[in-house]
């Protein structure tokens, strides 16, 4: 019987379009589509590159929901 598969993912999928890595995990998008077919040997080398990836991706600000807008107005309004 074979090991399973481990993978990074944490469910945070969406591609830096400066870098090409996964904000959530740090893989590219070739590297997600092929993780099952990659030996364990390729998974370990990709693994091993992550968090030096992850700390060259410059995260954005969170994108400021209009609820969020909303209350502020509010907020300045009323001060």
Known sequence: MSEP???PCILVCSIDTETGYCFG???TGEEIA???Q???EQRRAVMDAL???LATITR???RQT???RIAEGRARDSG
Do not use: D, E, F, V
């Open 66 to 68: 209009r609820r969020r």
């Open 38 to 40: 990659l030996t364990p």
């Open 25 to 27: 995990c740090g893989r």
């Open 5 to 7: 598969i481990q993978s």
């Open 34 to 36: 092929a993780w099952t």
């Open 51 to 53: 968090a030096g990836r």
């Open 60 to 62: 954005k600000p969170r």
